[in-house]
């Protein structure tokens, strides 16, 4: 027996086939979530998912556990028949943020709908940050030069 919006899923209904079997569909909140990191990643000017922190201790889980969550910087609320989404992103330099906010809500509404036949009815977005390629080349840099030698200039 399937909770409405608790963490094993939500019941969506009863079906029927042709043949005249009913039963319910549960679609666990993870999926929700899963289905929604992957539109988001995949969408043009989107660097990351997550915030610094959730990052950072997903890498540590994707190293120990050998797989990867497509559902990290996510959090969804499911109901029966609807579904809201928050999302925290890292976009990259030069992107129009609010023309990738607008993809992403198409992306993730168009994912969900599809996938589970549930309404979206808000994506609400946090960008955290912006990527500027180089930077993390720089940090590299600095981290191999000499001991007690602070390099300014190249």
């Not at 559902?71 to 029966?80: A, C, H, L, M, T």
């Amino acid at each position: 027996m399937a909770t409405n919006g608790s963490e094993n899923g939500t019941a969506l209904g009863s079906n029927e086939s042709s043949s005249g079997t009913k039963g319910t569909t549960v679609i666990a909140d993870t999926v929700v979530s899963t289905i929604a990191g992957i539109a988001v990643r995949e969408t043009d000017g989107v660097h990351a998912v997550g915030g610094g922190a959730s990052r950072a201790v997903g890498a540590m889980r994707d190293k120990v556990s050998r797989s990867n969550d497509p559902g990290r910087g996510v959090k969804v609320e499911v109901g029966e028949k609807q579904a809201a989404v928050d999302v925290d992103i890292v976009v990259e330099y030069g992107t129009l943020i609010l023309d990738t906010a607008k993809k992403i809500r198409v992306h993730v509404t168009d994912a969900l709908e599809t996938m589970t036949g549930l309404e979206v009815v808000e994506i609400n977005i946090k960008v955290l940050d912006v990527y500027v390629p180089g930077d993390d080349d720089s940090e590299d840099d600095e981290e191999k030069g000499s001991p007690g030698k602070s390099r300014r200039v190249q």
